[in-house]
Protein backbone atom coordinates (compact mmCIF):
# COMPACT_ATOMS: atom_id res chain seq x y z
CA UNK A 1 0.00 0.00 0.00
CA UNK A 2 0.75 3.22 -0.71
CA UNK A 3 1.94 6.17 2.00
CA UNK A 4 -0.16 8.93 1.04
CA UNK A 5 0.90 12.50 2.30
CA UNK A 6 -1.40 15.19 1.68
CA UNK A 7 -0.73 18.87 1.12
CA UNK A 8 -3.08 22.33 1.48
CA UNK A 9 -1.80 25.25 -0.62
CA UNK A 10 -4.06 27.72 -1.65
CA UNK A 11 -6.54 26.59 -4.10
CA UNK A 12 -5.03 23.01 -4.76
CA UNK A 13 -4.11 19.79 -2.47
CA UNK A 14 -1.07 18.35 -3.70
CA UNK A 15 -0.91 14.81 -3.25
CA UNK A 16 2.30 12.32 -2.99
CA UNK A 17 1.83 8.70 -3.00
CA UNK A 18 5.30 6.49 -1.70
CA UNK A 19 6.87 10.21 -2.34
CA UNK A 20 7.15 8.90 -5.82
CA UNK A 21 4.59 11.12 -7.56
CA UNK A 22 2.87 14.39 -6.89
CA UNK A 23 -0.48 15.23 -8.52
CA UNK A 24 -1.82 18.78 -8.13
CA UNK A 25 -5.38 18.79 -7.62
CA UNK A 26 -8.00 22.04 -7.67
CA UNK A 27 -10.07 22.02 -4.14
CA UNK A 28 -13.37 22.56 -6.84
CA UNK A 29 -13.34 19.17 -8.35
CA UNK A 30 -11.81 17.20 -5.41
CA UNK A 31 -14.08 14.66 -3.13
CA UNK A 32 -13.38 12.34 -0.51
CA UNK A 33 -15.32 9.37 1.39
CA UNK A 34 -15.00 6.91 3.51
CA UNK A 35 -15.89 3.16 3.87
CA UNK A 36 -14.62 0.74 5.53
CA UNK A 37 -11.74 2.70 7.01
CA UNK A 38 -10.83 2.70 2.79
CA UNK A 39 -10.08 6.86 2.13
CA UNK A 40 -10.71 7.73 -1.60
CA UNK A 41 -10.18 11.09 -3.16
CA UNK A 42 -11.49 12.02 -6.25
CA UNK A 43 -10.88 14.58 -8.54
CA UNK A 44 -13.98 15.00 -10.64
CA UNK A 45 -14.79 11.35 -11.86
CA UNK A 46 -11.23 10.19 -11.60
CA UNK A 47 -9.60 8.25 -8.63
CA UNK A 48 -6.86 9.77 -7.28
CA UNK A 49 -6.57 7.43 -4.81
CA UNK A 50 -8.25 4.68 -2.01
CA UNK A 51 -5.88 3.73 0.77
CA UNK A 52 -6.55 2.45 3.87
CA UNK A 53 -6.54 4.91 6.91
CA UNK A 54 -4.14 3.64 8.75
CA UNK A 55 -1.41 4.72 5.85
CA UNK A 56 -2.66 8.57 5.51
CA UNK A 57 0.46 9.65 6.81
CA UNK A 58 -0.51 13.54 6.49
CA UNK A 59 -2.39 15.51 7.73
CA UNK A 60 -2.22 13.29 10.99
CA UNK A 61 -5.48 13.09 13.06
CA UNK A 62 -7.14 10.55 15.60
CA UNK A 63 -9.79 8.78 13.34
CA UNK A 64 -10.59 8.14 10.23
CA UNK A 65 -14.07 10.45 10.56
CA UNK A 66 -11.58 13.08 12.30
CA UNK A 67 -9.07 12.73 9.18
CA UNK A 68 -12.17 12.73 6.56
CA UNK A 69 -13.95 15.90 8.54
CA UNK A 70 -10.48 17.57 8.69
CA UNK A 71 -9.96 17.16 4.25
CA UNK A 72 -13.37 18.17 4.34
CA UNK A 73 -12.31 21.78 5.36
CA UNK A 74 -9.92 22.21 3.50
CA UNK A 75 -11.50 21.59 0.30
CA UNK A 76 -14.53 23.29 2.13
CA UNK A 77 -16.46 20.91 -0.76
CA UNK A 78 -19.87 19.86 0.56
CA UNK A 79 -21.22 16.43 -0.22
CA UNK A 80 -18.56 13.46 0.44
CA UNK A 81 -20.39 12.25 3.07
CA UNK A 82 -24.01 13.01 3.56
CA UNK A 83 -25.67 14.16 7.30
CA UNK A 84 -27.91 13.42 9.41
CA UNK A 85 -28.81 15.49 12.24
CA UNK A 86 -30.22 13.46 15.52
CA UNK A 87 -31.15 14.50 19.20
CA UNK A 88 -32.11 12.82 22.22
CA UNK A 89 -32.38 8.75 22.48
CA UNK A 90 -32.03 7.74 18.82
CA UNK A 91 -31.69 4.11 17.43
CA UNK A 92 -29.57 3.41 14.54
CA UNK A 93 -30.60 1.58 11.16
CA UNK A 94 -28.04 -0.14 9.32
CA UNK A 95 -28.55 2.08 6.54
CA UNK A 96 -27.15 4.93 8.80
CA UNK A 97 -23.82 3.49 8.26
CA UNK A 98 -24.22 6.12 4.97
CA UNK A 99 -24.07 8.71 6.99
CA UNK A 100 -22.34 11.20 9.56
CA UNK A 101 -24.66 10.75 12.27
CA UNK A 102 -24.45 14.32 14.40
CA UNK A 103 -25.70 13.64 17.61
CA UNK A 104 -27.47 16.72 19.13
CA UNK A 105 -27.25 16.18 23.41
CA UNK A 106 -28.10 19.81 23.84
CA UNK A 107 -31.14 18.07 25.94
CA UNK A 108 -29.04 16.41 28.46
CA UNK A 109 -27.29 12.77 28.50
CA UNK A 110 -28.97 10.86 25.57
CA UNK A 111 -28.82 7.04 24.61
CA UNK A 112 -27.68 5.84 20.91
CA UNK A 113 -29.01 2.42 20.64
CA UNK A 114 -27.41 0.41 18.02
CA UNK A 115 -29.07 -1.78 15.46
CA UNK A 116 -30.65 -5.39 16.83
CA UNK A 117 -30.55 -6.84 13.25
CA UNK A 118 -27.27 -5.31 12.61
CA UNK A 119 -25.05 -6.80 9.27
CA UNK A 120 -21.34 -7.84 9.97
CA UNK A 121 -18.50 -5.05 9.11
CA UNK A 122 -20.91 -1.80 8.84
CA UNK A 123 -19.74 1.08 10.33
CA UNK A 124 -21.59 3.50 12.02
CA UNK A 125 -20.02 7.64 12.36
CA UNK A 126 -21.35 9.73 15.39
CA UNK A 127 -20.18 12.89 16.22
CA UNK A 128 -21.30 15.24 19.31
CA UNK A 129 -21.93 18.86 17.60
CA UNK A 130 -20.91 21.07 20.85
CA UNK A 131 -23.04 20.17 23.76
CA UNK A 132 -21.41 16.69 25.36
CA UNK A 133 -19.75 17.26 28.24
CA UNK A 134 -18.83 14.68 31.04
CA UNK A 135 -21.48 14.24 33.94
CA UNK A 136 -23.97 16.09 32.45
CA UNK A 137 -24.94 15.96 28.44
CA UNK A 138 -22.68 12.57 27.88
CA UNK A 139 -23.90 10.62 25.06
CA UNK A 140 -24.19 6.94 25.76
CA UNK A 141 -24.27 3.57 23.08
CA UNK A 142 -26.28 0.46 23.88
CA UNK A 143 -25.10 -2.31 21.90
CA UNK A 144 -29.42 -3.13 21.98
CA UNK A 145 -28.57 -6.72 22.70
CA UNK A 146 -25.10 -7.01 21.79
CA UNK A 147 -22.19 -6.44 23.36
CA UNK A 148 -19.92 -3.23 23.03
CA UNK A 149 -15.94 -4.12 23.47
CA UNK A 150 -16.82 -7.01 25.94
CA UNK A 151 -19.88 -4.37 27.77
CA UNK A 152 -23.46 -3.95 27.65
CA UNK A 153 -23.52 -0.08 27.55
CA UNK A 154 -20.12 2.65 27.33
CA UNK A 155 -20.00 6.07 27.47
CA UNK A 156 -19.26 7.03 24.04
CA UNK A 157 -19.05 11.01 24.05
CA UNK A 158 -18.50 13.02 27.06
CA UNK A 159 -16.22 15.81 25.20
CA UNK A 160 -17.59 18.65 22.93
CA UNK A 161 -17.25 17.80 18.62
CA UNK A 162 -15.94 14.45 19.85
CA UNK A 163 -16.54 11.15 17.43
CA UNK A 164 -16.62 8.03 17.20
CA UNK A 165 -16.60 5.16 14.61
CA UNK A 166 -18.42 1.93 15.95
CA UNK A 167 -17.86 -0.95 14.13
CA UNK A 168 -19.52 -4.59 14.34
CA UNK A 169 -17.02 -7.33 14.12
CA UNK A 170 -17.66 -10.89 12.07
CA UNK A 171 -14.98 -12.63 14.06
CA UNK A 172 -15.79 -10.78 17.69
CA UNK A 173 -19.82 -10.79 17.05
CA UNK A 174 -19.69 -7.93 19.03
CA UNK A 175 -19.51 -3.57 18.31
CA UNK A 176 -16.03 -2.41 18.34
CA UNK A 177 -15.23 1.54 18.95
CA UNK A 178 -12.43 3.13 17.12
Known amino acids: MAKVRIKNIGDYLFVSLDN???SKHS??????????????????????????????IEPKEVSPLDLMILLEGYINTPGA??????????????????YLILWDL??????????PDAQAGLTWKVKDIGYASAGSNEGTVSGNGRNIEG???APVIDTPYEARWMYLSETLGEYLFE
Open 27 to 56: KENVSFSVENHTLKMLDSDTEVFSESTKDI
Open 20 to 22: KSV
Open 106 to 115: SGGSATMKLP
Open 81 to 98: MEEKQVSGDYTLTNSDAN
Open 151 to 153: VAT
